[in-house]
């Protein structure tokens, strides 16, 4: 495997956690940047929304947190197994997606309305 | 299978696969990145969350990784962090990052993230089976 990435070196403060690690700073960054350029509405309606849907896909698919929880010894005492991925799942996370990108784009476009044209030119400084 | 269930099956594939170029056309259409900023931001999230969940209860558990069932999790895992990245990359342009350097976060964030190795070993055993080692070791 490729190695000496950022995040190899968070696997290792925080083992097996890669994955989630990476999904979590991309995230985060990404969050951060669109609070620190001002639009924090969008921001909290995106939080809300994703929230939502995910947790609509954990109940369908049937996650718990034991799923979580490393297993790494093979013996009849720790023997368990998360839900596997079907197509419904598949399903509802594609169509939540599309729901929630053009749901976005008409949010976006009633918080940002364009400025009249005579309010632009009474507020311009030229 | 029956005539219906392999029209059902391949449309479901072609569908999954279709997903990838609309993701990258939806950067344009629809609005484009800067009109639909924040349904990119908000689609990425959800396909990266939930694309992370799934391929992680499958790697951190051994019974799992043993078992073909849970090949989807692996897959579709890192099919829609893919696709989750491509659309977040996708929203700073909204939000006001130049598109080369959004360009250049979503590369680098695949190649950090080891989100396409899955992908780019599938290739190469399809492609050049003998020469994999380097992917499987």
Known sequence: ?126 | MSLVGQIINWSFWIGMLLLLPLTAASLWLWGGARRAALGHFMAGALFLVSGAVFYFVRVVNVFARMDNAYLYNDIFGLYFMFLGVILLAGALVGYGVPPWLAALLCVVSLVLGRIGVFWLWIASAVFAPTYVDWLTC
């Open chain 1, 1 to 126: 495997m490729l190695t000496g990435s950022p995040v190899d070196w968070l696997t290792k403060v925080v083992p097996d956690e890669g994955v989630l690690l990476n999904a979590v700073i991309l995230l985060g960054g990404v969050l951060l940047f669109v609070m620190a350029r001002g639009y924090f509405l969008e921001a909290l309606i995106a939080v809300t929304l994703v929230s939502l849907g995910f947790a609509l896909i954990w109940r369908i698919v049937g996650l718990t947190m034991r799923d979580f929880t490393p297993v790494t010894i093979v013996a009849d005492e720790y023997f368990y197994k998360p839900p596997y991925l079907d197509l419904g799942p598949l399903f509802v996370c594609v169509m939540l997606a599309a729901i929630f990108f053009f749901a976005g784009r008409f949010i976006q476009g009633r918080l940002r309305q364009p400025t009249p044209p005579a309010i632009a030119a009474a507020i311009s400084p030229d």
